[in-house]
């Protein structure tokens, strides 16, 4: 048999079991026990870093010191959603038509095995010759970043001369930058009463809708930056239990995606603005921040882009796109404080079909994202 046929099949395979692990926003751990057997079957040395429960963060190193390039990718999933709506178990990677189908594929189970055997295969060429390639694993991506969080604060990416997050990019593309993400939680208070007499009570949803929508209507005249316009996102609102009673409580969960013209520290003053007005009118009305991610904005000419640039073309058949990464990813946490012309990409597999139904991803490309990623480490580290 050849050896190329015989590595993608141990590729796919390995793909195959990260898809069977069930860590939808959990049990990362199971995933960094999995790489760590596997790492070890390859004379490479891992290491567990445990956070609460069944979760946990993985660090592996191949070579030796600088320049380090930490490589990052996330071992949860979102939920599969509605079983019934996918064609096959999410959690068995199925094959059709030259796609692999599965909860992950994309998002990002085939971005992070690409990592971990493009530093196999280094290894076994007894590369890099200089420097350290630095994986990353994390817990938690999808909901609050908790493992990149760790990261950055027991001072992983200190050492970093750069940053590659292997989750999809638009197809072949890559980023440099990425807008940030604001989450609050907003809770009114009242006075419930008879809906009869009104006038003996405080509604507590009236003034929260009167806020969010002066709010709403307020950051669309903020003007958009380079990666586009702030966004407010009212995604939940409640209160109330009974049709004649003024509900005593009412709370909203808002989204703020934020720019670097217009970041997180101006909206949570702007917002603070708001209650401190509505309270002074007879409104309670209290925040409670739930995530604050600030943007990423490094150079899109830096050099891990410029590498990219160059030997991304051949797989894509066409010049390489760097756009901003539309969704935050572990960078908030692992490139935050670093300066603007840091070596920075979000590039790895994808075909657009995260977070859906029917997850996808041709074959073919993670199979040359295992090749990609070889190429890229030992050019950044090498050259
Ligand atoms: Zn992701």
Redesign the pocket.
Known sequence: MDTMVSNSQTYLKILADLIKIKSVNDHELEVAEYLQDLFQENGIEAKILPLEGQRANLVAEIGEGAPVLAVSG?MDVVDPGNLAAWDNDPFTMTEKDGKLFGRGIT??KAGLAALVIAMIELKKQGLPKKGTIRLLATAG??VGEEGSAAFYRDHYMEDAAGLLIA??STVYGTASEQKGSFDIKFTSKGTSVHSSTPEKGYNALVPLMQLLNEANTYFETIPAGEMGPVRFNIDVLNGGSQINSLPDLATALVNVRTIPEYDNNQVAKQIETFVKSYNANGAQINTDLIMNEFPIATSPSNQLVKIIQSLGKEYAGRDIVVAASP?I?DASNLAKDKPHDFPFAVYGPGDGS?HQVNESLPKQMYLDFIEIYQKLFIEFLEK
Do not use: I, L, S, V
């Open positions: 996330h998002d990002m991506e999808e989750e999809p969704g990813t995260q």
